[in-house]
């Protein structure tokens, strides 16, 4: 039976192992669909997959990868047909079922996107669900009121996966974006995506823990969370609204009500995993066309190889990515 590449992670003794394994189509779980698969990428929860105290991983031996994007080989689903072009984010995929960092993926039907016009395979992958949770966030932040002329919006954590993807995003879309990070060198980067104004997170402190702070921002987009969420909330525009779609400052915060019974303020939380399906196709087809970002191949998007995931997941668990990496597997 022919063989392809995977890399793996095992565990062992509460140590995780990854190593690049010669897999068959008998090592994959069941599905209707088998894709070659062309592209992948690298999310946060990727970099959880790898390390042992991570919450992502149930069962080992196990290929994570939470995205991928990639051409169908055999379809049990008369939904695709061999030659289709697919992509793939969220469900199950590189949490309880085989991922996207295999050259060969076997998944069910329903969790399937046809590339819409206007994207390539990479294309999709260079956005991936970083960028599909940055798209997420927008659009239910538009569905809540938010439009240019409301003001600024903040992105937290705008050199990473997501808060790259939404400055670009934004800016495209007309909008003027306040651009938080706590990396002073890339101040320049920041403002070719797209940043208007780009601020350290020490601004989105409250050291008075004041109730209320000045009105600075229409909206945020905020994969950050954490201690800088209360004071976020607490300069938020009468009637605005804090997409939430990240942890990556903390899963806890202390907040008062004002924000939300004094100045109508929204807390959005953003799921890209089970995002319904009606949903998923439609912001797809807005990241084909006008929410495609700008210079997304050039200048947000870094390319690797299965061999070089190891060290780039311990990279983006430490904050060392810039942008979105695309994994190339074809």
């Not at 509460?14 to 690298?42: A, C, M, R, W």
């Not at 390390?51 to 080992?60: I, L, Q, S």
Request: charged share 20%; hydrophobic share 40%; glycine share 10%.
């Amino acid at each position: 039976m022919e063989s392809f590449k995977a890399l793996v992670v095992d565990k062992l003794n509460n140590e995780t192992k990854l190593s690049i394994q010669d897999l068959t189509l008998n090592d994959l779980p069941d599905g209707d669909v088998v894709i070659d698969v062309h592209y992948s990428s690298v999310n946060y929860k990727d970099g959880l997959a790898t390390v042992p105290n991570g919450g992502v991983v149930r069962n080992y031996p196990f290929v994570p990868g939470i995205d991928l994007a990639g051409i169908v080989r055999d379809s049990q689903d008369p939904r695709y047909k061999p030659g289709d072009e697919v992509i793939i984010t969220g469900y199950d995929l590189g949490v309880n079922h085989f991922g996207g960092y295999s050259e060969v993926a076997r998944v069910p039907g329903d969790w399937i996107v046809p590339l819409p016009n206007g994207l390539t395979l990479k294309e999709a992958m260079a956005i991936g669900t970083a960028g599909f949770a940055a798209a997420l966030s927008i659009h239910r932040l538009e569905e809540n009121g938010l439009t240019s002329e409301k003001g600024p919006v903040l992105v937290t954590g705008a050199t990473g996966g997501v808060g790259s993807s939404a400055v670009s995003m934004l800016s495209k879309l007309g909008y003027k974006v306040t651009a938080s990070s706590r990396k002073a060198n890339e101040q320049d980067y920041l403002r070719q995506i797209g940043a208007s104004e780009i601020i350290t997170p020490e601004e989105l402190t409250n050291p008075k823990n004041r109730p209320l702070l000045k009105q600075r921002w229409a909206a945020c987009v905020d994969p950050v969370a954490g201690s800088y969420l209360p004071a976020i909330l607490a300069s938020i525009q009468y009637g605005g609204s804090v997409a939430v779609s990240g942890l990556t400052g903390g899963n806890n915060f202390t907040s008062t009500v004002f924000p939300f019974i004094l100045r109508g303020v929204n807390l959005l939380g953003i799921d890209s995993v089970f995002c319904p399906m009606e949903t998923r196709l439609a912001i797809w087809e807005r990241l084909a066309g006008e929410m495609k970002p700008n210079q997304l191949l050039e200048s947000i998007a870094n390319e690797v190889t299965l061999e070089q995931l190891p060290e780039i997941c311990k990279k983006i668990l430490n904050g060392e990515l810039k942008g979105r990496t695309i994994v190339t597997l074809k």
